[in-house]
């Protein structure tokens, strides 16, 4: 009686350690199948690429909005010459309406020489 | 009568002179005067303006620059969402996978503590019915 059990119990221990190893080899270490992984990297290598390219077109936009500030400067500045030009020539003016005759001949003849 | 050409020889320039000579009253003169030096002003703002709009124009092509580099930045972006989706997409493939995989470990864990169970239970049963 106490051999049979035993050779039942052996032979449950040997059918679970069968099944146990059936399960093993069926559930092996999870691992990312190349073809996904080499398509998620070379995404992200493109996305790396793409970002450095932003960078550079950053940095041109940058030099370019600091060439619109020198430009507008030197708008600014003209636009001061301009207004400097006008108020001496309305001076100017102003002072011809209060010109004598003699004032006037000078005027010509410091104008054109004769 | 040699004296008389003679005065009238140094008169000449005087007298071509005085030919080329109009007269204008002072008002008009003035009035030439002020629109000389209008004339004046003007092609001094002149000068100044071609200036300006020369480095108006190049403002223009350095805006045009900068607007052409925030486009591309556009068209990067885009190219980088629909990576991202791509790679969200492919990663969802290896969730999946993962998901399959973790039930499969239950599964296991499941059977190996039956198995160790078991093992354990029949080897006390043995040891005891020795």
């Known amino acids: 009686m106490v051999k049979k059990n035993y050779k039942t119990v052996l032979i449950v221990i040997g059918s679970l ?6 399960v093993w ?13 080499a398509t998620i990297d070379s995404l992200t ?12 077109i950053d940095s041109t936009i940058a030099a370019n ?39 006037v001949d000078s005027f010509f003849k410091s ?4 | 009568m040699k004296y008389i050409l003679i005065i ?7 007298l071509a002179k005085s030919q080329d000579t109009i007269k204008i009253p002072t008002q008009v003169a003035k009035q030439i005067a002020k629109e000389l030096v209008s004339c004046d002003s003007l092609k001094a703002i002149h000068e100044l303006t071609k200036e300006q709009l020369t480095l108006t124009e190049q403002k223009v092509i350095l805006k045009d620059s900068i607007i052409s580099g925030h486009v591309q930045k556009g068209i990067m972006y885009e190219e980088r969402i629909k990576n991202e989706q791509l790679k969200f997409e492919t990663q969802g493939l290896w969730v999946d996978e993962l998901r399959k995989q973790n039930k499969r470990l239950k599964v296991k864990l ?3 503590k039956i198995t160790l169970g078991g093992v354990i239970g029949g080897l006390t049963y043995l040891y005891f019915t020795k």
Do not use: C, W
């Not at chain 1, 080899?25 to 992984?37: E, V």
């Open chain 1, 17 to 22: 350690l069968l099944l146990y190893g059936i």
């Open chain 1, 25 to 37: 080899i069926s559930t092996r270490k999870p691992q990312m199948p190349a073809d996904l992984k």
């Open chain 1, 45 to 56: 290598n493109a996305n790396k690429q793409l970002i450095e390219h932003q960078k550079q």
């Open chain 1, 65 to 103: 909005e600091a060439e619109v500030h020198k430009v507008d400067l030197e708008i600014h500045n003209i636009k001061e010459k301009t207004t400097v030009i006008k108020e001496y020539y309305h001076e100017i003016s102003q002072q011809v309406d209060h010109y004598d005759a003699t004032q």
């Open chain 1, 111 to 114: 104008r054109y020489n004769y």
């Open chain 2, 8 to 14: 009238l020889v140094s008169l000449l320039p005087v």
């Open chain 2, 110 to 112: 499941v059977f190996t």
